[in-house]
């Protein structure tokens, strides 16, 4: 399994963008599919976006499409999530996730098809 270490996450204005990054070690980061998930104060975790190992096949759910963008650099084993007009509602703490696999162009949407996680790293959106 990769281990995997998020950063990024700071206090910001509602409007405002951040870059969420996802490092991963100790495995082969270009044969797993990656997805940030999110879990706010009191809610269940949930799916924010999913990228395939190919690196161009990705989905993002509703509430973030057009303002999120997930994308990897599998030369330097990271993911990571553009964050553009943050609303109070992003407030949360985001995680990554790793799902290795054989496929190349495969997404997958649930927690349960992920094999390794980050800690999480939150992200606070004001006002």
């Known amino acids: 399994q990769v281990q995997l270490v998020e950063s990024g996450g700071q206090l910001v204005q509602a409007g405002e963008s951040l870059r969420l990054a996802c490092a991963a070690s100790g495995g082969t980061f270009s044969g797993h599919a990656m997805g940030w998930f999110r879990q706010a104060a009191g809610k269940e975790h949930e799916f924010v976006a999913a990228?395939?190992?190919?690196?161009?096949?990705?989905d993002h759910a509703g509430s973030v499409k057009g303002r999120f963008a997930i994308s990897r650099d599998n030369a330097k084993s990271t993911v990571y999530l553009q964050m553009n007009s943050l609303k109070p509602e992003d407030t949360a703490v985001y995680f990554c996730a790793a799902h290795r696999t054989v496929y190349v162009s495969r997404l997958f949407y649930r927690r349960e098809d992920y094999d390794s996680w980050g800690q999480g790293t939150q992200v606070t959106v004001s006002t």
């Open positions: 990228i395939a190992r190919n690196s161009v096949t990705t």
